[in-house]
């Protein structure tokens, strides 16, 4: 699904954020990318994402090499890709059906399908019944299930979270990880950046690590070891 090959990244100003990143990341596979603030986690994301180029070496997302994919095809690209963000990124002004329709109305859906989608989308994720309510009446951690519940609605083969945990506390942490874990079991590719040691090895998926934008530790190596 992933294939960093002497992946780098290197900003204006020549600080380098990934540095000859070497990795395979397979199909259903759910993988934890940890290290200290700086590491290069979310920079990761970005270039899998396309939303950063990588400045040398190969990369490759679902068999597609990201360097032969022009600026008019990103987001047909974007498309088999679910995101989420710490910071949710919600539409207060429209309701929590409405912010997760937005992808399935962006791709031109018909109104039957996006209306089955989203409420099958909420189900998932518990809020089946908050539909109509405004994200600001919700609680942080209900705000963050509508943000996932936003990510995977268009079905995507590959899901990408940056420290989606990171304002909540240990039990909403816990159950947000098992619904990623639920998605990864029916075939989605899941990568998820994080701090939360503990919660990571709770979990007990492969884990990346980096420092300095360099890989330090690849918990499936030393499986295989």
């Known amino acids: 699904m992933i294939q960093f090959n002497q992946t780098s990244k290197r900003y204006p ?95 031109g859906l018909p109104r039957a399908e996006v209306g089955k989608r989203v409420r099958a989308a909420l189900d998932k994720v518990g809020l089946l019944k908050k539909e109509k309510v405004y994200p600001i009446t919700l609680s942080g951690g209900e705000q963050q299930r509508v943000g996932i519940a936003r990510a995977v609605v268009h079905k995507p083969a590959l899901l990408l979270a940056d420290e989606p945990t990171g304002n909540l506390d240990p039990q909403l942490s816990w159950e947000i990880m098992q619904t990623f874990e639920q998605f990864s079991q029916v075939g989605v590719t899941v990568v998820v950046a994080s701090h939360d040691l503990d919660l990571i090895s709770r979990m007990q998926n492969r884990i990346l690590v980096l420092k300095d934008g360099q890989l330090i530790g690849d918990s499936k190596q030393v499986a295989r070891a």
């Open 13 to 107: 100003g020549g600080h380098d954020a990934l540095l000859n990143l070497s990795l395979d990341i397979e199909s259903g596979e759910m993988v934890f990318l940890t290290g200290h603030s700086g590491a290069g986690k979310s920079t990761f994301l970005k270039l899998v994402a396309l939303l950063e180029r990588p400045s040398r070496g190969q990369l490759i997302v679902n068999g597609q090499n990201l360097a032969k994919i022009g600026r008019g095809k990103i987001p047909y690209f974007r498309r088999n890709i679910g995101i989420i963000f710490q910071d949710h990124q919600l539409l207060f002004d429209r309701t929590v059906y409405d912010n997760v329709a937005l992808p399935l109305i962006i791709q």
